[in-house]
C-alpha cells in the first residue's frame, strides 16, 4: 500500500508560503511567547479577509471558494515560524458543531460573522472539580423565561482573553444523571457577571479560570436541545480530538531539525553518542506513525466519515511520541537542549526547552491521555470500563 501523501496540498504550498512570507511578521512571535496568548488578532483579521477561514465552509454560511488544502498549508506554514491559532482552532471545533446541531438562525447568525474574524470562541468544558471528567459539570443553568441565567465556574478555558464568547457546559437538570440533564449555551464574554482570572502553565501558554455570577442569555444562545447537551458534546470532542490534523503537514519534523543541527557539530568537530542516529530513526518513525493515523481522520472527514475513536488514538499516540520524543532529543544533546532561548550554547534557538514543556501540556489538553486509553480500550479493543 501506498502512503504517500498525494492530495493536492503540496501544490498549494508554495502559494501558502508565499503568502506567509508576505505577511509574517516577527513581533507576533514576540507577542506569543511574552504574553503566552496564542491567538494574534491583526493575523486572523488577515486570515479572515482573505477568505482563508472561509475555506470548506457552505457558501450560504460565509464559505470561500479558497482551497481547504491552501488553508492547511497556511496553518503549516505558520507552524513553521512559530505561530500558533488556538483561537481558531477552537472556534472552527465550536462552528462545525453549529453546523451539525444548531438552528438556521443561529447558523446564520453565528458562522459567517466568525469566518468574517469577528467572532472567537473559546470552549468551557473543565471545572476545577471534575478536571477531564466533563460530564460532572456543575455550573448551573436556570430558566428564567426566554432567558436563563447561569452561576458557577470552569477551569482552564484557553483564549478566553481573546474570545467574544463561551462555548459553556451547564447543567440544566441536576436530577438527572450527570450524563443527562447538561445543556450548551454560547456564553458573550462581555455579559454581565462574566469575569476571568489567568492561569499560567508549565508551556507558557495563558489559559483562565472563567466565572459566570447570574450570566443571563437568551434561549437563542443555547445549542442543541435541552438537556441534550452531552449528546451535542461527543459532537465537540469528535472535532476537538481529530481536527487540525494537518498541521504542520511539509514543515521540518523533530528528527530532521535534530539531524540538521547534530551534523552541523560534527563538522565544527563535536562528537555524539553512537546511539543518535538510531534514536533519530525512532523519532522519525513515530512522526510518521502520527502522520498517517492523522491522514486517516482527514480521510474519514472527507469521506463523509465521523472519526470518532479514530480522533482519539490520532490524538493520543501523537500527543505521547511528542513528549517522550522531546525528552529523549534533549538527553541527547545534552546541556545545549535544556538551555532557554537567548542563552549561550544553546541548541535549535533554545526550541526544544520550549517545546518539551509545552508537550507536558498537549497530553492533557483536548482529552487526557488516560481518558483516551480508556476509549480506545473499551471502544476499539472491546475491553470492559476500568471505572464506574
Not at 481573546?162 to 447543567?171: D, I, K, P
Amino acid at each position: 500500500m501506498d502512503f504517500t501523501f498525494t492530495d493536492d496540498f503540496a501544490e498549494h504550498r508554495k502559494a501558502a508560503n508565499d503568502w506567509v512570507e508576505t505577511h509574517f511578521r516577527q513581533e507576533w512571535i514576540d507577542e506569543q511567547r511574552a504574553t503566552g496568548t496564542h491567538h494574534e488578532p491583526e493575523l486572523h483579521a488577515l486570515l479572515a479577509c482573505d477568505g482563508i477561514l472561509g475555506a470548506g465552509y457552505p457558501p450560504e454560511y460565509g464559505g470561500t471558494d479558497v482551497p481547504v488544502a491552501f488553508r492547511e498549508a497556511v496553518t503549516a506554514a505558520l507552524s513553521t515560524r512559530g505561530l500558533l491559532l488556538d483561537g481558531w482552532g477552537s472556534t472552527h471545533i465550536v462552528l462545525r458543531v453549529i453546523l451539525e446541531v444548531a438552528t438556521e438562525e443561529q447558523k446564520q447568525a453565528i458562522v459567517p460573522a466568525a469566518l468574517a474574524g469577528n467572532v472567537i470562541i473559546a470552549l468551557g468544558y473543565t471545572e476545577p472539580d471534575s478536571g477531564s471528567d466533563v460530564a460532572a459539570a456543575r455550573t448551573r443553568a436556570v430558566r428564567d423565561g426566554d432567558e436563563w441565567v447561569i452561576n458557577g465556574q470552569k477551569a482552564f478555558t484557553s483564549t478566553a482573553q481573546a474570545a467574544t464568547h463561551v462555548f459553556l457546559l451547564a447543567r440544566t437538570d441536576p436530577d438527572k444523571p450527570k450524563h443527562r440533564g447538561l445543556t450548551l449555551f454560547l456564553v458573550p464574554t462581555d455579559a454581565d457577571g462574566y469575569d476571568l482570572q489567568p492561569i499560567e502553565t508549565l508551556g507558557g501558554q495563558r489559559t483562565n479560570f472563567t466565572y459566570y455570577a447570574d450570566v443571563r442569555v437568551p434561549d437563542s444562545a443555547r445549542i442543541g436541545g435541552v438537556d441534550e447537551g452531552w449528546s451535542v458534546m461527543r459532537v465537540a470532542l469528535v472535532h476537538e480530538r481529530g481536527g487540525n490534523t494537518l498541521r504542520g503537514q511539509g514543515s521540518a519534523t523533530l528528527a530532521h531539525r535534530v539531524a540538521r543541527w547534530v551534523n552541523e557539530q560534527r563538522a565544527a568537530g563535536r562528537r555524539f553518542d553512537p546511539t543518535v542516529p538510531e534514536r533519530l530513526a525512532r523519532i522519525a518513525i513515530d512522526e510518521e506513525v502520527s502522520r498517517l493515523l492523522a491522514l486517516r481522520v482527514t480521510w474519514m472527514y472527507q469521506t463523509g466519515g465521523v472519526p470518532g475513536v479514530e480522533g482519539s488514538m490520532a490524538k493520543l499516540f501523537a500527543t505521547e511520541a511528542y513528549k517522550r520524543n522531546k525528552a529523549d532529543v534533549i538527553d541527547m544533546l545534552g546541556p545545549a537542549g535544556v538551555l532557554q532561548r537567548g542563552a549561550e550554547g544553546v541548541a535549535l534557538d533554545g526550541e526544544l526547552e520550549q517545546e518539551y514543556r509545552e508537550s507536558i501540556v498537549e497530553t492533557i489538553r483536548g482529552g487526557a491521555s488516560e481518558i483516551l486509553r480508556d476509549l480506545v480500550a473499551e471502544r476499539r479493543l472491546g475491553l470492559p470500563r476500568s471505572r464506574p
